[in-house]
C-alpha cells in the first residue's frame, strides 16, 4: 500500500543481511567478534547446546548484539534457537527491539504458533516499548493473519502500562483489523481513538475505507470517501480502493465515473489496479469497458502481459466479437507476446464458420514453432474437448492430416500443400476420446481407423476406451473384432477388456458366449466382474429362467470362478418368486457347503418365502440360525416374521416378536405396527389395535398411507366405523388420498350399523372425489347392493335418485335392482 510506505520506512524491517552488515560496521569490534561468534555456533550442524564457547558468550550478551545476531541468521527456525537460547541466560532480559526483530523473522516465514507465542511473551515479561515499537509489532502479528492477537496485545499493553498508544499505533491497528473484515471493532477503536484526542489523517481513514468496501458498506464507504475527499487527502491508493470496490459491486459505469474523477485529479492508476479492473469488468459481461481501461492501461506506459490479453479476448468469444478478439490476437505479436493454448482455444471455440477458422489457421501457421506445433495443437484439441466442443476438434483434427484426409471444404484448401503438423498418437486419442464421451462412436471408429492409415498405433488406453464403448452401445461383433486386432498387434487385453466384453453378453443374456469367454480370462488370470455375473442372474430370474440362472452360477464355479453372494442372493429371490421354495432352501445349503456366509439379506429372502408358504416354524428357525452364526437380524427379518404369524392367527407369538425388536433394539418401524395392527384388526380385537396404533405415534413412527387405509378398513370390519371415519379425515387432513376399498369399506360398515345418512355421506364422498368403481372392479357389486339398501331407506331414497338423475351413478350397471323414478318407472 504506497500511501503507508513513507509512513512506514522508519520502522519497517529491511533486507536482515544489509542491517546485520550495517549494524556491524557501527559495532566495536569485541562486539562484533560475539556476533559472529554467535552466528558461527548456531548455523553449524550439528548444533551443540554444551559448546562451551556459548558458556564464555552468555555473560556477554545485550540486546543490541541479540537484535544483530537474529537480523544475520537466515533460517526462521535457528533464530527462534537462538533467541529461547538467548531469554534463558540471566541477567540477560530482551527489550523491545529483540522481540521485534524475532517477530518480523517469524511475519516474514508466516510462522503463526511461534509468534503467536513470542506476543503472549512480551506481555508476560512486562516489556516496556514506544508507540511506534509496538505499532510495528501489531503489523507483524497483522500481516501473519493473527488480527485476534494482535488486538488482544494491544489491549494487554495498554491496560498494564507498557505502553501509551499513538496515533500511529492506532492507524497500524486499524490497518490490521480492516484485513478481518471487522466493522465493529473498527468503528469502535476510531472512537476509542477520537476518545483519546488522536486526530484522524489519510492513514487512519484509508484501512476504514478499505473495510467498507470489502464488506459491501456502501453508504459508509462513500462517507469515508467523502471525508478524505473534503480534506485534500485523496491519492492513487484512495481511488483504486473505492474503483475496485464499485468493480466488484457490479456497479460498472460508476467505477468509470470515478475513473474520469481520477484523470481530471491527475490520479493516475496503479498497473495493479488497471489489470483488476479489467477482470472485473469482463466478469460483469461490461467487455466494452474492459477494452476502454485497457487503451487507456497502454497509453499510460503499461504493457498487458499474456493473462489480461486471455481474459479480454475470452470475454469478447463469450461476446461472439470474433473480430475484436482476432485484433487483439494480432496485437499480441506486436507486444511479442506469444499465445498460448488457452487463448487459441477460445478463438477456435467462437468461430461459427469455416471461413474463420481458415483465416485464423493461416496467420497461427505463421506464428507458431513447427516443433512446438504438435503440442500446442494437442492442448488446443484438449480444451476443445473439455469445452463440449468434440465436433470441432474433430474438424480440426482433419485440417491438420494430410490433404487427401481433409476433403475439398475450406480447411482442406488452405492445409493443402502447406507444410502439415504431424499428429500423433496422443492427438487422435483426444479427440476419439471426446467423440465417445459425447455419443459420436461412429466418427470415433472412423478417426481409429484413418488413425491406422496414417501410421499412428492406438496404445491400450484407447483400445480399452473404443472396446468399452462398443460394448455400452451393445456392438458386440466390433469389440470381438477390435479385441482380436488389438492381440494381433501385440498389445496385451487387460482384464478391464475382457470384463467389457463379459458385460455385453451378459446383458444379452448369452450364456455360452460368456461362459467362452471365461475360461479364456481364467488362462490370463483375470478375474470377471461381480456386476456383470450378478446383472445376468437377476435378469434371467426376472424373465423366468432361474433354473438357468443356477446352472449358470454351478458353471463359474466349475471354471474356478466362485460367484459373489450377492448373485447367489438374486437367484434365491428368483426362486422364491415362482414359489421353489425347496428348491431355494438346497442351493442354499449348497452355498453353505461350498464354503460361503450368507449375509442377512440372503437369509430374509428365504424366511419371507417360507412365511408366504405358512411354513413359519422352518423361518424361525432360520431366525436362531442367524443369531447363531453372529448375523443380527434386521428390522425386515422382523417384520417379515410378524406378518407371517398375524396370516397364520399366531398374533400372541407376533406380538412376542415386537417385544423381542424393542428388547435388540432393533426399532419397530411403521411396517411393523401396521402388520399387526391389520392383523389385531382381521382377528377382531379393534382395541388392541387402537392401543398399538397410539403406541406407534408415541414412539414417533409416522404411519403411512398404506397403514391408515389398512386400520381404517380394520376398524370397518369390526364394526367401529364412527372411529374409522375419524382416521379417514386425519388421513386427508394429512393429503393422503384413499383407494376405493377403503370408502368400500366405510360405506358397507355404516349400512351394518344402521345409519345410511353417514352411508350416503361416504358414497357422495366416493363420487366426488372420483373414486367410484367400474363394471370390472371387485367392489363394484357391493357398492351396487349398497346403493339399493340407500335406495330402500326413506332418509337417502331421493338423494339416491338425484345421483342417478345426474349421472353420477351409472345407471346401466344398476338397472337390476329395480329402482324407480318418482314416476314408477325403471331407472
Same mark, same amino acid.
Given at each position: ?605 428365504? #424366511?419371507? /418365502? =417360507?412365511?408366504?408358504?405358512? $411354513?413359519?416354524? &422352518? *423361518?424361525?428357525?432360520? %431366525?436362531?440360525? @442367524? +443369531? !447363531? ?82 386400520? #381404517?378398513? /380394520? =376398524?370397518?370390519?369390526?364394526? $367401529?366405523?364412527? &372411529? *374409522?371415519?375419524?382416521? %379417514?379425515?386425519? @388421513? +386427508? !387432513? ?94
Amino acid at each position: 500500500m504506497k500511501p503507508f510506505q513513507n509512513l512506514s520506512k522508519s520502522i519497517k524491517a529491511k533486507n536482515p543481511i544489509s542491517i546485520f552488515t550495517k549494524n556491524l560496521s557501527n559495532f566495536p569490534l569485541d562486539s562484533r567478534n560475539i556476533t559472529n561468534d554467535l552466528i558461527s555456533i548456531f548455523t553449524k550442524q550439528p548444533f551443540s547446546s554444551n559448546n562451551p564457547e556459548l558458556e564464555s558468550l552468555a555473560p556477554l550478551l545485550n540486546t543490541k548484539v541479540v537484535e544483530t545476531v537474529l537480523n544475520g541468521l537466515k533460517n526462521w527456525k535457528i533464530a527462534l534457537h537462538f533467541f529461547t537460547w538467548a531469554s534463558n541466560q540471566g541477567p540477560y532480559k530482551h527489550n523491545v527491539y529483540a522481540y521485534n526483530a524475532m517477530a518480523s523473522i517469524l511475519s516474514h516465514a508466516r510462522q503463526k504458533a511461534p509468534l503467536r507465542a513470542l506476543s503472549m511473551d512480551v506481555v508476560n515479561s512486562r516489556c516496556l516499548m514506544s508507540p511506534g515499537a509496538l505499532g510495528f509489532l501489531i503489523r507483524c502479528l497483522g500481516n501473519a493473519g493473527l488480527v485476534v492477537e494482535a488486538n488482544l496485545l494491544f489491549d494487554q499493553v495498554q491496560k498494564m502500562g507498557l505502553c501509551v498508544p499513538n496515533s500511529y499505533s492506532y492507524t497500524c491497528l486499524l490497518e490490521v483489523l480492516s484485513k478481518s473484515s471487522c466493522i465493529d471493532l473498527i468503528e469502535m477503536r476510531l472512537k476509542e481513538m477520537n476518545d483519546h484526542g488522536w486526530g484522524f489523517d489519510k492513514y487512519t481513514l484509508t484501512p476504514v475505507l478499505q473495510v467498507y468496501c470489502n464488506t459491501a458498506e456502501f453508504d459508509k464507504a462513500l462517507d469515508v470517501f467523502n471525508e478524505i475527499h473534503n480534506r485534500g487527502w485523496v491519492d492513487e491508493y484512495v481511488f483504486s480502493i473505492l474503483v475496485l470496490a464499485f468493480s466488484k459491486w457490479g456497479k460498472v459505469d460508476k467505477a468509470c465515473e470515478l475513473i474520469e474523477t481520477m484523470q481530471e485529479k491527475n490520479v493516475r492508476l496503479n498497473k495493479k489496479t488497471f489489470c483488476s479492473l479489467i477482470y472485473g469488468f469482463v466478469k460483469e459481461s461490461r467487455v466494452d469497458k474492459a477494452l476502454h481501461l485497457f487503451d487507456k492501461m497502454k497509453k499510460s506506459g503499461f504493457a498487458p502481459d499474456i493473462s489480461l490479453y486471455d481474459v479480454i479476448i475470452g470475454g469478447l468469444c463469450v461476446d461472439k466479437d470474433v473480430k475484436k478478439a482476432l485484433c487483439l490476437y494480432s496485437e499480441m505479436k506486436e507486444f511479442k507476446i506469444q499465445p498460448d493454448a488457452k487463448i487459441v482455444t477460445k478463438l477456435i471455440s467462437s468461430f461459427s464458420k469455416e471461413e474463420e477458422l481458415t483465416c485464423f489457421f493461416e496467420e497461427m501457421h505463421e506464428d507458431i514453432d513447427p516443433k512446438a506445433s504438435t503440442s500446442l495443437y494437442n492442448s488446443v484439441l484438449t480444451s476443445l474437448v473439455d469445452n463440449g466442443s468434440a465436433h470441432k476438434a474433430y474438424h480440426l483434427l482433419q485440417a491438420i492430416m494430410t490433404g487427401n484426409c481433409i476433403g475439398d471444404g475450406e480447411i482442406g484448401r488452405l492445409f493443402r500443400g502447406k507444410a502439415m503438423v504431424p499428429p500423433n498418437t496422443t492427438t487422435f486419442s483426444i479427440v476419439i476420446n471426446g467423440l465417445i464421451k459425447t455419443g459420436n462412436l461412429d466418427l470415433a471408429v472412423g478417426l481409429f481407423r484413418d488413425m491406422a492409415r496414417i501410421g499412428c498405433k492406438p496404445g491400450l488406453l484407447l483400445y480399452n476406451n473404443l472396446i468399452d464403448a462398443l460394448c455400452t452401445s451393445d456392438r458386440l461383433q466390433e469389440s470381438c473384432g477390435l479385441l482380436q486386432e488389438m492381440e494381433d498387434s501385440g498389445v496385451e487385453p487387460t482384464s478391464f477388456t475382457n470384463n467389457c466384453i463379459f458385460g455385453c453378453l451378459c446383458r444379452r443374456h448369452d450364456i455360452s458366449g460368456a461362459l467362452h469367454l471365461l475360461k479364456k480370462m481364467r488362462i490370463h488370470g483375470h478375474v470377471p466382474w461381480i456386476k456383470h455375473s450378478t446383472s445376468l442372474v437377476k435378469e434371467l430370474c426376472k424373465h423366468r429362467k432361474e433354473v438357468e440362472a443356477c446352472k449358470f452360477l454351478a458353471d463359474m464355479a466349475e471354471e474356478g470362478f466362485q460367484p459373489d453372494i450377492v448373485a447367489y442372493s438374486a437367484c434365491l429371490d428368483g426362486l422364491i418368486k415362482i414359489q421353489e421354495v425347496d428348491q431355494a432352501l438346497k442351493l442354499f445349503q449348497d452355498m453353505c457347503a461350498q464354503g460361503y456366509r450368507p449375509d442377512v439379506i440372503a437369509y430374509n429372502i428365504l #424366511i419371507k /418365502g =417360507l412365511c408366504k408358504t405358512q $411354513r413359519i416354524a &422352518e *423361518a424361525q428357525n432360520l %431366525l436362531h440360525e @442367524m +443369531e !447363531e452364526k453372529g448375523l443380527v437380524p434386521s428390522a425386515v427379518t422382523y417384520n417379515t416374521l410378524i406378518d407371517g404369524l398375524c396370516k397364520t392367527d399366531h398374533l400372541e407369538e407376533a406380538m412376542l416378536f415386537l417385544s423381542m425388536m424393542i428388547e435388540k433394539e432393533r426399532e419397530p418401524n411403521a411396517i411393523t405396527y401396521s402388520t399387526l395392527i391389520n392383523g389385531l384388526c382381521n382377528a377382531g380385537r379393534p382395541d388392541d389395535a387402537l392401543v398399538l396404533w397410539n403406541e406407534m405415534g408415541r414412539k414417533g413412527c409416522t404411519p403411512s398411507s398404506i397403514a391408515y387405509m389398512a386400520f #381404517i378398513h /380394520g =376398524l370397518s370390519n369390526c364394526g $367401529r366405523p364412527n &372411529e *374409522a371415519l375419524v382416521y %379417514l379425515r386425519e @388421513m +386427508e !387432513e394429512r393429503e393422503m388420498k384413499p383407494d376405493t376399498y377403503v370408502y368400500v369399506a366405510l360405506l358397507s360398515a355404516f349400512l351394518v350399523d344402521s345409519n345410511p345418512p353417514l352411508a350416503f355421506e361416504i358414497l357422495q364422498e366416493m363420487v366426488d372425489k372420483g373414486k367410484f368403481p367400474d363394471l370390472h372392479d371387485k367392489n363394484h357389486i357391493s357398492v351396487r347392493n349398497a346403493i339399493l339398501k340407500l335406495s330402500e331407506d326413506a332418509r337417502t331414497c331421493s338423494s339416491i335418485k338425484n345421483l342417478l338423475a345426474k349421472g353420477s351413478i351409472p345407471s346401466a350397471s344398476l338397472s337390476v335392482t329395480g329402482i324407480k323414478d318418482g314416476d314408477g318407472a325403471a331407472i
